[in-house]
């Protein structure tokens, strides 16, 4: 199955034509392995017992963090950001472990908008208690000076919300794909790099008789891939839309450190899928190998689809070095990039120029 395939025709496919309604998921959701401790906007503590919690906008600046059952929800303060996850089309929440024992929660809405609730497993710190005492008794005074006009605190007001103004997943049309496989040598002069280790992609292609076939892959080479960007984008493909969740993981080669691992719950359209680090604030480290894993989940348990691959981030060569400095990736053209085997960056800016 040939991967640049699918996407010159995802490609071509999302110029021609555009979905004209959006499907929306269930509320997003975290799971808690132990209590966290957050603001609420008021500024008192508020602590959140271990457990699955439901997470929804509650203002421009706070996220409502609701229990599952029939237990009432927590407001707590969140900061206002953005993010450039554009092919997200129903929310989206996470948690990421920060240094010093920090945790945050992060909610990611359709349009661009983001909510960061910045929590501790750390308990809150009492002030110490300190003994009032009353002052003595002043004397009268002869004249008492008329009190300066009060004048009012200013009014915050809350910023502008963003337009919700979502472009679609690049859609690919379902059926054999084989029938529209196609070599692109001509437009793609890729050249494979020479590293030391050779990773292998796995794509899961299925098409059992009396089931609907699966397709699902990452847009990967057969080998590790290379990027000279310390937050890329990457991207992963499904024939066929889903009911069920998919997870989106990021580790390093050994499994040692996980630096992503969000649900995107379900229905999950059909088409390429971007994964921008720095929405996730993901950065890779120079010569060091990562996998890409999605995971579709199954109805029942041992029935998930895994499809993986290789990624891993060098210094560039001295004819893309300036490429590197460009001020947005849409600028960068994309032949340099596949000549210097930098595969990543191709596809990356190939996407870019379609926005």
């Not at 609701?66 to 927590?74: A, Q, R, T, V």
């Not at 009190?147 to 919300?161: F, H, I, K, L, R």
């Not at 998919?246 to 899928?273: A, F, S, Y």
């Not at 029935?303 to 060569?317: A, D, K, Y």
Request: cysteine-free; hydrophobic content about 40%; aromatic content about 6%.
């Amino acid at each position: 199955m040939n991967i640049l395939s699918f996407l010159r025709l995802g490609l071509l496919w999302y110029l021609v034509s555009l979905p004209t309604a959006l499907l929306w998921a269930a509320p997003p959701n975290v799971v808690l392995s132990r209590a966290l401790h957050f603001s609420s906007p008021d500024g008192t503590p508020i602590t959140i017992e271990p457990g699955k919690y439901f997470i929804e906008q509650a203002g421009p600046s706070t996220m409502r963090v609701i229990p599952e059952g029939d237990k009432p929800g927590l407001t707590i303060q969140a900061e206002s950001l953005t993010h450039e996850q554009y092919e997200l089309f129903s929310p989206m929440a996470l948690t990421r472990p920060q240094k010093n024992e920090e945790v945050l929660i992060e909610l990611l809405l359709p349009g661009g908008i983001r909510l960061e609730a910045r929590g501790s497993t750390k308990a809150p710190v009492e002030p110490p208690k300190i003994a009032v005492v009353s002052p003595p008794p002043l004397a009268p005074l002869t004249q008492v000076p008329e009190a300066a006009e009060s004048v009012p605190p200013p009014v915050p007001t809350s910023p502008p919300s963003m337009q919700e103004n979502i472009p679609a997943t690049l859609a690919l049309p379902t059926g054999d794909s084989s029938a529209m496989t196609k070599s692109l040598d001509t437009f793609f002069p890729y050249h494979a790099p020479q590293v030391s280790a050779q990773g292998t992609r796995v794509v899961v292609d299925e098409q059992e008789p009396g089931k609907d076939p699966l397709y699902l892959s990452v847009l990967s080479p057969d080998h590790i891939g290379l990027t000279m960007f310390e937050q890329p984008a990457l991207f992963w493909f499904i024939a066929q839309l889903t009911s069920q969740p998919v997870d989106v993981m990021i580790m390093d080669e050994g499994n040692t450190q996980i630096l992503l691992d969000v649900r995107m719950l379900p229905p999950i359209r059909p088409g390429i899928h971007k994964v921008d680090l720095k929405d996730y604030g993901i950065r890779l480290q120079l010569n060091t190998t990562y996998q890409l894993k999605i995971v579709l989940q199954g109805l029942n348990p041992g029935e998930s689809h895994t499809t993986n691959g290789w990624i891993m981030r060098v210094s560039p060569s001295a004819n893309v070095a300036n490429l590197a400095n460009l001020p947005s990736i849409n600028a960068t053209p994309t032949e340099p990039l596949l000549e210097a085997g930098l595969w990543y960056d191709a596809i990356w800016a190939l996407s870019e120029r379609l926005h």
